[in-house]
């Protein structure tokens, strides 16, 4: 596996990592020393990812690479690691490099 892409979890047992075709993710246990997979199927690459505060989400960000209009937009995706449901929450008219979850009080 090999993935330029990662972030740590919050109590620094886990790690995501980007897959390297770049459309799906993998968390790495460090205790176990395992991996699981997360089949996203999508049908975009991931640019870049973040855990929530509370480690059970997973805040992504795609690229529409596999569009021949490709304006450079991307959407901010969550990923419930217990539901597996995944939630679109910002679309369009933004260009946006980074995922980085920030806890605002």
Not at 52 to 67: C, M, Q, T, V, Y
Not at 82 to 100: C, K, L, M, P
């Amino acid at each position: 596996l090999y993935s330029r892409t990662y972030a740590w979890s919050p109590d620094s047992q886990k790690i995501i990592l980007i897959s390297q075709d770049t459309t799906d993710l993998y968390v790495f246990n460090i205790a176990e020393e395992s991996f699981d997979f997360i089949d996203l199927d999508l049908g975009f690459d991931i640019r870049s990812v973040d855990w929530s505060p509370d480690g059970k989400r997973i805040l992504f960000l795609n690229h529409s690479a596999f569009e021949p209009d490709d304006d450079g937009y991307g959407s901010i995706y969550l990923y419930d690691l217990e539901t597996q449901e995944i939630e679109e929450i910002v679309i369009e008219d933004f260009n946006i490099d980074y995922a980085q979850w920030i806890v605002v009080d």
